[in-house]
């Protein structure tokens, strides 16, 4: 299996997009881990702290679209190549001139963001490599970039209680610059990706039900970690009295779980079927945030209970995109970009909704309640649309290799 694995695409592309998706995702989920020195030095209240966080995850999302429209214009590389300069260019530019009010850090959130869109490349640059019976293996690899969270809950606190908060802006464009020279040397395009699309094909994409239905489930799933990914760091200080650096690592171990377990939910779905692990998917996350929504959990058994969400969650990203190359398997590019956008607006509506629930009812509940709800409604869709997407499959003798 491993071998027809790797003499199945092209191993130095994957590896490229990895680290791309890796450091970038680090870079877009930075301001989380500094939130409560930030808050600190800005003065924010807590609906501010969590629309600072919830920012670069929106702003992101919606730059997903744009990515996807533009590799296929621009084909995968080149866009990747455009958008590492975006970042690299606006971490700099902020740490230089410095950030000094509550619209000046959203406006970095909103450059990070950028950072966040690299799944709308990496992931299609990745899967036209690759045949239907890998993709689930092969995007939970190429996704486990979301580990760059996990670096940035793990050493950022420590670096922005040592140099500030703004200078390690700067020091964390200088990955950056390493990645991008990698992936100009090794990051190559598939000579099976799909002619340029028109913006009629988009709209025709847009009409498909199972479109609306895949941005739906990764809404849940990947809105969840990020939207947790930025938040735990202040959840964590606020309720359990933690300091910046412990609650770092708290939230680390957390965003460690839900980023390593996306490749193995990427195999799982390629073994047993992505409905059916994402039907066990759901249940888990909503059970998760049912239990956590109580608020008077002892710190270890909260972060117990978190990890074992961020982990199903993660399993949930790598299943959603073993799906995606089976219902569209010539829009790949163009669904990653919508589906990787919902996912980013469940992320952004999870971190925002926390902080205003606790500026506003003084308990965080209230927004773990709703999210746990929207899961529910996410298992639903999955036993609701599992029969069909088995039929359809079993009809299709080009993915008969391939499991629903």
Request: proline share 4%.
């Amino acid at each position: 299996m491993k071998r027809a694995f790797l003499n199945a695409g092209h191993l130095p592309t994957l590896v490229s997009c990895f680290l791309y998706f890796d450091l970038s995702f680090m870079v877009w989920v930075l301001l989380g881990p500094m939130a409560v020195l930030i808050a600190h030095d800005l003065q924010l209240n807590a609906g501010q702290q969590g629309l600072m966080v919830a920012t670069p995850v929106l702003a992101g999302a919606l730059l997903r679209i744009v990515n996807g429209v533009l590799i296929g214009q621009w084909q995968p590389r080149f866009t990747g190549i455009v958008m590492q300069l975006v970042v690299i260019a606006g971490l700099t530019i902020a740490w230089l001139t410095g950030v000094h009010s509550f619209p000046q850090v959203l406006i970095l959130g909103t450059v990070l963001g950028v950072a966040g869109a690299s799944f709308a490349i990496a992931l299609p640059m990745v899967s036209y490599w690759y045949p239907p019976e890998h993709q689930g293996m092969a995007l939970g690899l190429a996704g486990a970039g979301n580990s760059g969270t996990v670096l940035a809950s793990l050493f950022v606190p420590a670096l922005a209680v040592a140099l500030g908060w703004n200078n390690v802006l700067g020091l964390a464009a200088l990955p950056l610059v390493a990645v991008l020279v990698l992936f100009l040397v090794f990051a190559r395009n598939s000579p099976h990706y799909p002619p340029r699309k028109t913006l009629a094909d988009y709209a025709r994409v847009l009409r498909a039900g199972d479109a609306w239905w895949l941005m739906f489930f990764y809404s849940i799933s990947f809105g969840g970690f990020v939207g947790l990914s930025s938040f735990l760091p202040i959840y964590f200080h606020n309720q359990y009295g933690l300091s910046t650096i412990a609650a770092g690592y708290f939230t680390a171990t957390c965003v460690f779980a839900g980023s390593f377990a996306r490749p193995l939910g990427g195999a799982l779905a390629d073994r047993i079927g992505g409905t059916r692990t994402l039907s066990f998917v759901y249940a888990l996350v909503a059970a998760v945030l049912l239990a956590v929504s109580r608020g008077n959990l002892p710190g270890p058994i909260a972060l117990g209970i978190f990890v074992i969400g961020m982990a199903a969650l993660g399993m949930g990203n790598g299943a959603v995109f073993q799906l995606v190359p089976q219902r569209f398997a010539r829009d790949v590019g163009l669904m990653t970009g919508l589906v990787g956008m919902t996912g980013g607006v469940g992320g952004f509506y999870l971190a925002a909704s926390l902080g205003y629930a606790q500026q506003l009812t003084g308990s965080y509940a209230f927004g773990f309640i709703v999210f746990g709800i929207l899961a529910l409604a996410a298992f639903a869709g999955i036993v609701n649309v599992r029969l069909r997407w088995r039929k359809d499959v079993s009809e299709n003798t080009g993915l008969a290799a391939a499991r629903i």
